[in-house]
């Protein structure tokens, strides 16, 4: 049986983050992709093509890009198979099924359903490791992914969260606290360990929900794939 009908065949394993590797590998993969929705993955076990050359840019694993006019994949980034496996029995990543593999012996895999919903769970946990403290690196580049800024207002003494690439004031919309930060005893946050990075992530993410600014990222940096792109190990 090959790997590919063998994948096939398999069970879908339920999302655990319990089993989820803390690995480099695992990390920088998540740094990179967590946040692309379409991503898809093709694995096609060069021992199982034997000697021939003919498919030679398909044999391996790879992120690929979605060829539509053939409802396949077309094989671009080399990644380890091993990083894939992990997240398949993870339940993070499923099989694919309603796409048109390049070959009988490749499969093709894909987030699993309702993983976007976890993806601030893996953020904190697996992208940045089991951090607590918070950076001002951690913190500008989650409020850049959520649509904002975060600015120390020299005068007040206080981070300010500002909206979009001009920083400008927040709009509150529902927002029912001040744009100026506060933990949840509703203190002032005048520096970055005042709060944990969790608690950090949390405030971010509820103000720009809030403000809808969450809906448009700030641009990602100029040769990153993404904003976590920058905190992936060497």
């Not at 992709?33 to 003919?54: M, Q, V, Y």
């Not at 498919?55 to 894939?84: M, S």
């Not at 946050?189 to 992530?201: H, L």
Request: with cysteine.
């Amino acid at each position: 049986m090959s790997v590919a009908e063998e994948y096939l065949k398999k069970d879908q394993p339920p999302y655990d983050l319990s089993k989820v590797p803390n690995t480099k590998a695992v990390r920088n993969f998540l740094c990179d992709n967590l946040f692309n929705d379409d991503l898809l993955i093709s694995h096609a076990p060069a021992n199982e093509f034997g000697s021939s050359r003919s498919y030679q840019w398909l044999t391996g694993t790879y992120i690929c890009d979605y060829n539509k006019a053939g409802n396949t994949v077309d094989p671009r980034e080399r990644i380890h198979f091993r990083t894939v496996k992990a997240l398949f029995d993870a339940g993070v990543l499923k099989v694919k099924r309603n796409i048109r593999s390049p070959h009988l012996k490749c499969v093709v895999f894909e987030w699993n359903t309702g993983i976007k919903r976890k993806r601030r769970e893996l953020l904190v946990h697996r992208a940045f490791g089991e951090v607590g403290a918070a950076t001002q690196e951690r913190v500008s580049t989650i409020a850049a992914m959520y649509g904002l800024q975060v600015n120390l207002n020299l005068n007040r003494g206080l981070f300010e969260i500002l909206q979009g690439q001009k920083g400008e004031p927040l709009a509150l919309g529902k927002a029912q606290r001040s744009y100026l930060f506060e933990n949840e005893a509703g203190q002032p946050v005048t520096g970055w360990r005042d709060m944990p990075f969790v608690e950090w992530e949390e405030t971010l993410h509820r103000y720009a929900t809030e403000s809808g600014a969450i809906k448009k990222p700030l641009p990602v940096p100029e040769g990153h794939k993404s904003h976590l792109t920058k905190h992936k190990l060497n």
